[in-house]
């Protein structure tokens, strides 16, 4: 059965998809990890200026999808910019654009504030209602991460987010007007659910690839974080080992306040650090599950490609010519990646075969 992609447009609650579908040119939205807020674009047809005008701060979701898996949420957030372009013989179009972060919101106001002896959870909730955000989801592993003091250094709320994301081994986002931090690498929703994995394989939904297994850049072995011991009046290095590196140690340029700080610290980087081994971008059939942090099973392709990596980015591109595709940006290749283990002369072998097991392969082309 032939696969249709679908899509439905809501504004405010509203479901404008049977008033977009005949002027819709393409729909795209982007998720990247370490972005503080994903965000979305609609071009229309907008003959004879027929299309209503969107206002600022407008909720939005879209959903993405195929005749026979149904349409799953790729977005939801709030109108942020309108532009109108045209000529005499081009015609009229509306570009709208959106943002997981409403634009009118203070989440982007510098703010000076601090809590001691508390959680992350609990700070990254005080601190998300003092910039008047809906609701904040810290993933549970994330949640109960204790420090001594916790500070906003005159910065947005967005911008305390994405810092201190860094510094436990999280990732933040903005996402319908609500905070989320997530742990970087464990392929987990904020609630602590394994994501399901996304299939690429030759032959089937795989369209083409692009990857690196393994950086060419120098890794280090270890990184170490430090912090100063008022007892023993001196300073105390934590280290953590960095699977396959090899270069010599690196040191972060910034001091932590605790042991527990320093710990945390050193396995953000150590964490930074495996997630860079190697990288590339792989393009699919469009599929509404393939998002950051859920791992990607490649398949089909060649020893030493084959395997399972991290999706890092996504952009979702919907179009009236080419049908629906999604290009995975990927890191973090397993271990079997970058291994050619087959002896002799190199000769033609067979594609490997793709796993069977539970995983989303979206396949919707064609024309929208």
Known sequence: MLRKPLYRVEVNGIDYTSRFRPVVKSIRVSDRSGVATDSASILVADRNGSVKLPTEGDRMRILLGDSIDGVGLAFSGFVADVLSRGSKRGGRE??????????????????????DDTTLGEAAKKFAENAGIDGVVVAPELSLIERPYW???????????????????ATFKMQDGKAIFLPSNAGKSAGGVALPTVRA??????????????????????????????RKSRWIDRDAEIEG????????????????????????????????????????????FAKPEAPLLLSGTRPGIDGTY???????????????????EVKKPSSEVGKDSRTGSATPSSPSTASTSPTSTGRAAGPV
């Open 94 to 115: 509306l570009d709208i654009s959106a943002k997981g972060v409403d634009p009118r919101s203070s989440a982007r106001e510098a703010q000076g504030r601090h809590l």
């Open 310 to 328: 991290v999706i890092d980015g996504v952009e979702h591109n919907l179009t009236k010519r080419g049908g629906y595709v999604v290009t995975c």
């Open 245 to 288: 590196g090899s270069g010599p140690i690196f040191t972060d340029r910034f001091t932590s306040s605790s042991e527990k700080t320093a710990d945390a610290r050193a396995a953000s980087l150590k964490s930074r650090a495996e997630r860079n081994g190697g990288e590339g971008s792989v393009l699919i059939l469009g599929t509404a």
């Open 151 to 169: 500070s906003m250094q005159f910065e947005s709320f967005m911008h305390w987010g994405q810092r201190i994301s860094r510094e436990v081994g």
């Open 201 to 230: 394989a030759f032959g089937e939904n795989l369209l083409n690839w692009s990857i690196t297994p393994t950086s060419s850049r120098e890794r280090s072995r270890k990184v170490r974080a430090r912090y100063f011991d008022e």
